[in-house]
């Protein structure tokens, strides 16, 4: 387990964790918000609402499943539109749960320790979501990039979960969820044995899953880059996906934990510290994307290659350049205000932000897949694309199955990982120095 | 019809009065008259499945049954069940003849199960026939391809002959004997137009009426003479709305009686087109003028010939000209007076500019004169060696005109000759319309047949022949006609015509040859003739079209040895010494060709009809084919938009796809404009044949009716305003651009050159790497080409191809290709393995226009084929890029990589899978492709197969010609070139070593295999001068 080295001595940052918490507490605030909270009026309506878009969803599906996909806008010259948009998009959200949980893991970042456990269910419903669109969408590379990544993740995800669940098990009265999270927790009883096993466990997943964060996007963007389009085959497309899916994934982060530490009442696990260095990441991935536009730009221009160059004149002129120039503005503009602190350490500004991100990242995706299709070689194949409701019902329905499926996981799971947390507490810190061993209860 | 008397059809009892129905089956008929009248056979069906039906069928006996022994209603319940079997028979999908049939043991004798069989026969459009050899498959016609042994096809043929497959099998076409709305048969129709016959037969048959559509048949000719010796005071009517009349007028001012012009292009060094789109279908003979004017197009042959294009609307014609000239159709009028006042002096001798007609003064006048000179100059240099020709729809005048100067500059006997005219009537066929409608209105019509045609939705506007057929008493109207359209709506009985593919018949070809008709199916759905109804009409009531035929020609052909005469003249399709011999014609004195043609008024502008260039006149509005067809110059599908120049849409403030007003003989339509570049200003067209009422499931609404705008008195150019009104309309046009310069770059997609350029240095391959600095070197690919026994390739001559669009109807017939409606087509995912894309340069007003078939170009490093994760798209031995449609998964990857764009996707299931006319319409060699399966050209590998097994068992390679893709067949101009490139003593080798060659992207490295030849313009010089 990561240790809380060195809690920064003297330093002005916002802690990781309020101070005046004990073990006892954190599992009482965490385990009390799956276990005692009501079930309020805010929760019913945003999972009704999550809930009706999931049923458009599905009704979209099953008309695209019955009809085929001219349900959607796709065409010739566009054989592919939202569907694929829609998978590079949520695969790369995903990719900050994994960052999260397995990188800064490996590194050490003990500020990871409250928001690894949303995170990494972010990642996974997230990937549930690009997941569908391979399917409805038939291609197989994917299809094996994504379920790799779903497996590792998973088994990420409730691995970190079993001390928790062991926590919640003894921590509740009723019989019935007594029997779920013992099952989960699969007998964990806490024994220093027990612990060994697990941080072992633990830090080989991380291991495993590490390279997952590059190479899934990797993968997905040499789907692109192996094609001959001009705006797919370039060699800068896998770093430049990776930059993007972090910038996008932290963006997402920052959206969702700002409303859950709100209305949670958690802001004393999910601290300033989280929200500002989130922030920090979608600054420098944010330039790393840029810096991606900028050589795409250039390579067009300095290659020489005629349907290239056209490429740049199109994004800038043709008839999607309100696309391009929004992805720039989106990506490239407003995100610079993160270089001020009072930005950064204001939660609504961020939340704001997080949402442009998240839109610019898209458009990305759109300008990428879709305007590159659009205009290729042959003047007389110049097409257009128009999404039909179809597009949209299973893009927003996505949407609504990852709020959804966030919904619920705020419900049933404890949302910060209980067994983390108490390792950043200063009584943890403590008894490492005097023990020099692995216990921490 | 208990029609509803609103929608302007007749009441039953207006029609046939005392016949008041009281059987059930009116509130099934009710039923279906609720319905629009395009839907009246689907709903049939749909009814034939109704509960109320089934109930009615399932009864022993009808309700009605009761009625059986009140015996005014016998008569009723007799027919109920009558019209109940034949509903029943509808649920069917064959039919069981009455008689023991027995299956064959022994196969017929020529027939091999698998193996296609070929039959001649013809099809005939506005009276001219092309010669066919159509396909049969287990005796059920399959493709349409020309006759190549015939002249006037030379194994060419044009779209509607192609698509005419499709109409035979359409499933809307009138299936039965129609009396009044109801089911009846033609013995009961014999019967009952008994009385009328032998009451008119005292009458001499004066109250008789027969309307016709032009027809140039011999032996329909023969019985319309016998009909009129059976009634003398009968008379025989004619109309065409497409029609010869001003070429036959023109003529008779020129010689004073009517003949036939015909051109021969092959000798004619210099072409003057003046107005006459003589390249595209409709125009007779187009197939063979497209095969001389294509040879004639050699920029490596001896003399290459110049074509100059006065037209008034950008055509395939124009788009192929050296020198086109976009006027009004008036102006070309005066351009020809003009040129006809410059045969007169010297060559090299300028004119004046006061010899220019005063409208086209107002033109660019200097431009003109300029124009006219140097190409009254070259046409006097190559005397003999020119030909003039004017359109159809030019006035008399310009025919005349054309007619002198071609006398003028002694081409006759050379490339223009005369011989009596093809069609069987020269009368005028717009009189002969307004006689028959005098003569309706005057009460003298008690019985009119109309035998084909469609004259309630084709006939001039002020002749209100709908009108005249509602509401005049006509006693009993009969109409024969392949579908229930707009006339057998108005009509007492309707006869369903039997399709030329089902019935005897002989027709006419340009040169006057007479093909036979021999029918390669029996009659789908007992239809009849237009022969045996007249056959019926002159006296002979049980007429068997074949009997007919033969014995008209057994009077011709007398001798013992008919039958083998025959048996000849079938096989080969037409009869020999048929074709017309050439007439020796004298001008006529005092010719009045100097009178100067009126312009349009102030503040008007000339408005255009032409035939359009995809469905024609409407006849062919419910073959999708033919509405998915693009058409040539704007790749438009399934419209008619009104069609305008650049600078005349900035004055109107209109942009493609707005809606326009026009108003013409104070009558206005709304009508969607496309800027079509080249059109000349002052001028818009509008094309004929759409907004068809009642065409079936295909047609029916499709675009926009000018019928009603179109006066007999103005026919195809007329004058009329036009502003814009308020809204737009979806186009759905198949091209996305049709330039080749695109942001700050112009693409060399078609690469061209002029003559004299092309003679001094020719060099269209571009910039290729040495051999030694790449791996994938010339020796590398040829190597792979060499290692198989063939290796296939096809070069597309850009400088022969017309863009007819031949082909596309050619590859979709031949491959199954399904039609996707124009929704689809709007939203890009029409199915044509084959386009032929058409790119104008230069100038918005007078662009150049090039036209680029474009197949798959079966690339040997084909980018698709890498990119497939499935491996449904693989490369054969022989160079092909294969589909394999059971393995595609549909990621539609292949064609976001494919850079010529020519794979097409099944977004939905286009294919119609259900309909059982189409089952039998299919070619059985080609796989039906169901939903999410991508396909694209095969170079015809089933044809390619077929040989093989040929050759193989024969224990020899394919020999060179022997086999031919469907677009090559097709193609009358003979631009597509397909054969095995691993021998380099093919013709296809040939054509790939000459420097005209290139490949489409080839800097792509995508290596295609199928190439093309660059486009060779031969530009008069001194014109050359003057515009640069």
């Known amino acids: 387990m990561a240790r809380p080295t060195e809690v920064e001595p003297g330093e002005q940052k916002a802690p990781v964790i309020q101070p005046g918490h004990t073990f006892a507490s954190i599992t009482e605030k965490i385990g009390a918000i799956v276990l005692k909270r009501p079930i309020m009026g805010g929760w019913v309506f945003g999972m009704f609402i999550c809930f009706l878009i999931l049923q458009w969803f599905l009704f979209a599906v099953c008309w695209l499943f019955y009809k085929g996909v001219g349900v959607w806008g796709v065409n010739i010259p566009v054989g592919w539109g939202f569907a694929i948009v829609n998978f590079v998009w949520w695969i790369g959200i995903g990719h900050a749960g994994t960052l999260i949980s397995a990188i800064l893991l490996l590194l050490r970042q003990s500020w990871r320790n409250s928001i690894n456990r949303f995170a990494e269910a972010m990642t996974l419903f997230a990937v549930a979501c690009a997941g569908m669109f391979p399917i409805f969408h038939l291609l197989v590379w994917d299809v094996f990039a994504v379920t790799t990544y779903l497996t590792i993740s998973l088994v990420f995800w409730f691995v970190g979960l079993i001390p928790d669940l062991a926590s919640l098990r003894d921590q509740t009265s009723n019989k019935a969820l007594k029997f779920i999270f013992g099952s989960l927790a699969m007998g964990w009883r806490n024994s220093v044995r027990h612990w060994n096993r697990y941080e072992t466990a633990y830090l080989l997943l991380g291991g495993l899953a590490t390279p997952l964060v590059l190479s899934v996007h990797t993968v997905v963007s040499f789907d692109f880059s192996v094609g001959i389009v001009p705006g797919w085959h370039t060699t800068i497309f896998p770093p430049y996906f990776v930059a993007g899916a972090i910038y996008s994934g932290f963006a997402m982060v920052l959206v969702l934990a700002i409303p859950i530490r709100k209305f949670y009442g958690i802001t004393d696990f999910i601290t300033m510290r989280h929200l500002e260095n989130s922030a920090m990441v979608m600054l420098a991935t944010g330039w790393i994307v840029c810096y991606g536009y900028a050589f795409e730009a250039f390579m067009n221009w300095y290659g020489g290659d005629p349907y290239e160059s056209f490429l740049r004149w199109n994004r800038l002129h043709g008839p999607y350049a309100w696309s391009y120039f929004l992805l720039l503005f989106s990506n490239l503009v407003v995100p610079q205000i993160l270089w001020f602190k009072k930005i950064r350490t204001n939660p609504v500004w961020l939340f704001f932000i997080s949402l442009d991100v998240l839109v610019g990242m898209w458009l990305e995706r759109f300008v990428i897949v879709v305007v590159s299709l659009t205009r290729d070689f042959l003047n007389s194949s110049f097409g257009q694309y128009y999404p039909t409701q179809f597009d949209w019902a299973i893009f927003i329905g996505t949407l609504g199955f990852f709020a959804a499926c966030m919904f619920l996981f705020m419900r049933v799971l404890p949302a910060v990982s209980i067994s983390e947390l108490k390792v950043l507490l200063p009584q943890a810190e403590v008894k490492v120095e005097h023990h020099e061993a692995e216990v921490h209860q | ?1028």
């Not at chain 2, 006398?407 to 002969?432: E, Q, W």
Request: aromatic residues 8%.
């Open chain 2, 1 to 1028: 019809m208990n029609n509803d008397p609103q929608n302007g059809q007749p009441k039953r009892e207006e029609v046939c009065p005392g016949k008041k129905d009281k059987v059930d089956l009116a509130s099934a008929t009710a039923e279906i008259q609720k319905k629009n009248g395009p839907e009246f056979w689907r709903s049939l069906e749909e009814l034939a499945s109704s509960s109320e039906f089934k109930e009615m069928m399932h009864r022993e006996f009808p309700k009605g049954a009761s009625e059986w022994l009140d015996a005014v209603s016998r008569r009723g319940f007799l027919k109920l069940m009558g019209s109940s079997m034949a509903l029943a028979g509808m649920t069917a999908c064959t039919r069981q003849p009455l008689e023991p049939i027995v299956p064959y043991v022994r196969q017929p004798e020529g027939l091999v199960p698998g193996r296609p069989m070929f039959y001649a026969t013809a099809f005939t459009l506005g009276g001219y026939a092309t010669p066919l050899l159509v396909t049969s498959r287990e005796f059920r016609p399959i493709k349409i391809e020309g006759n190549d042994r015939h002249p006037a096809s030379q194994g060419g043929t044009d779209v509607f002959a192609q698509a005419s497959l499709l109409d035979m099998y359409d499933p809307d076409r009138s299936q039965n004997v129609i009396y009044m709305g109801d089911i009846s048969t033609w013995s009961t129709m014999v019967g009952a137009l008994q009385g009328p016959l032998s009451a008119q037969k005292t009458l001499q048959g004066a109250g008789i009426r027969v309307l016709s559509r032009n027809f140039s048949s011999p032996t329909l000719a023969d019985q319309m003479q016998r009909f009129q010796k059976a009634f003398p005071s009968a008379k025989w009517h004619f109309w065409e709305p497409v029609n010869r009349d001003n070429v036959y007028e023109g003529a008779r001012m020129a010689f004073g009686q009517p003949v036939e012009t015909t051109y021969d292009l092959s000798k004619a060094d210099v072409i003057v087109s003046l107005d006459a789109d003589f390249l595209s279908a409709g125009f007779p003979s187009t197939t063979r003028y497209a095969r001389d004017f294509a040879a004639r197009r050699d920029p490596d042959s001896e003399k290459m010939a110049r074509l100059y294009v006065i037209e008034s609307t950008p055509s395939a014609t124009g788009a192929k000209a050296d020198h086109r000239l976009g006027v009004t159709a008036t102006e070309a009028g005066d351009l020809a007076r003009t040129l006809q006042n410059m045969m007169s002096s010297p060559p090299g001798s300028a004119v004046p500019a006061n010899s220019l007609y005063t409208l086209v003064t107002t033109n660019d006048q200097a431009r003109l004169l300029s124009f006219l000179n140097a190409l009254a100059d070259d046409l006097k240099r190559s005397r003999g060696a020119s030909v003039v020709i004017p359109g159809d729809h030019q006035p008399p005048v310009v025919h005349s005109l054309a007619h002198a100067m071609n006398a003028a500059l002694g081409n006759i006997g050379k490339t223009v000759f005369y011989s009596d005219p093809v069609l069987a009537n020269t009368a005028n066929s717009n009189d002969s319309l307004k006689e028959l409608v005098a003569d309706m209105r005057a009460g003298k019509v008690d019985l009119l047949v109309i035998l084909g045609g469609n004259p309630v939705y084709d006939a001039p506007a002020d002749f209100g022949f709908a009108d005249a057929l509602k509401n005049t008493n006509i006693p009993v109207r009969v109409h024969l006609g392949l579908h229930q359209d707009e006339t057998a709506e108005l009509c007492h009985w309707h006869v369903n015509e039997a399709h030329y593919l089902e019935a005897w018949g002989d027709t006419k070809a340009y040169d006057g040859s007479v093909c036979i008709v021999q029918p390669l199916i029996a009659p789908l759905y007992n239809g009849k003739s237009a022969l045996e109804v007249t056959a019926f009409l002159a006296g002979q009531s049980q007429a068997n079209g074949y009997e007919v035929v033969q014995n008209y020609w057994k009077t011709k052909q007398s001798g013992a040895d008919f039958d083998m005469w025959w048996r000849k003249s079938v096989e080969q399709g037409w009869i020999d010494g048929t074709t017309a011999q050439p007439k020796q014609v004298s001008a006529k004195s005092g010719n009045s060709a100097a009178t100067s043609s009126s312009a349009p008024a102030n503040g008007e502008i000339e408005i255009n009809f032409r035939r359009d260039p995809s469905i024609y006149d409407g006849q062919f509005a419910n073959n999708g084919w033919l509405q998915e067809l693009p058409k040539p110059m704007t790749k438009m599908t399934w419209d008619n938009p009104l069609l305008m120049s650049p600078k005349m849409a900035e004055q109107v403030k209109v942009q493609s796809k707005d809606m326009v007003k026009v108003d013409l003989n104070g009558k206005s339509l709304d009508l969607p404009v496309w800027i079509q570049a080249g059109h000349p200003e002052n001028s818009v067209t509008v094309f004929l044949g759409y907004g068809r009422r009642r065409a079936g499931r295909v047609g029916t609404e499709a675009g926009f009716d000018v019928y009603p705008l179109r006066y007999s008195a103005t026919p195809w150019i007329a004058s009329g305003k036009v502003t814009k009104t308020s809204g737009t309309y979806i186009l759905a046009s198949t091209q996305g651009y049709q330039t080749m310069d695109v942001g700050d770059d112009h693409r060399p997609i078609v690469k061209t050159e002029n003559l004299e350029e092309y003679k001094k240095e020719a060099d269209f391959e571009g910039e290729k790497p040495q051999d030694n600095e790449t791996l994938y070197n010339e020796t590398y690919h040829q190597a792979i080409a060499q290692k198989e026994a063939y290796a296939w390739g096809m070069t597309i001559d850009l400088n022969k191809c017309v863009g007819c669009n031949n082909c596309i109807i050619a590859c979709q017939a031949e491959n199954n290709i399904p039609v996707v409606g124009k929704d689809q087509v709007n939203r890009g995912r029409h199915m044509h393995w084959l386009r032929v894309d058409a790119y104008f340069q230069g100038d918005r007003d007078n662009p150049k226009a090039h036209f680029q078939p474009v197949p798959c170009m079966q690339c040997e490093d084909a980018p698709c084929e890498l990119v497939c994760p499935v491996g449904a798209t693989t490369h054969s031995t022989e160079g092909l890029n294969d589909m394999i449609y059971n393995r595609c998964v549909g990621t539609r990857y292949c064609s976001n990589n494919c850079p010529y764009k020519v794979r097409r996707f099944n977004f939905y299931l286009f294919q119609d899978w259900d309909t059982s006319q189409f089952k039998m319409m299919r070619n059985p060699d080609v796989t039906v492709r169901s939903r999410g399966v991508m396909e694209k050209c095969t170079y015809c590998v089933q044809r390619i197969t077929h040989k093989r097994i040929d050759s193989e068992r024969e224990n020899r390679l394919i020999a060179d010609g022997e086999l031919q893709t469907a677009c090559q067949q097709s193609c009358p101009a003979n631009a597509i070139v397909f054969g095995n490139i691993s021998d380099p003593k093919t013709e296809v080798s040939k054509f790939k070593a000459k420097a005209r060659n290139y490949g489409l992207l080839d800097d792509l490295n995508t290596r295609p295999r199928t190439t093309y030849l660059a486009e060779i313009r031969n530009p008069n010089p001194e014109l050359e001068k003057g515009s640069s």
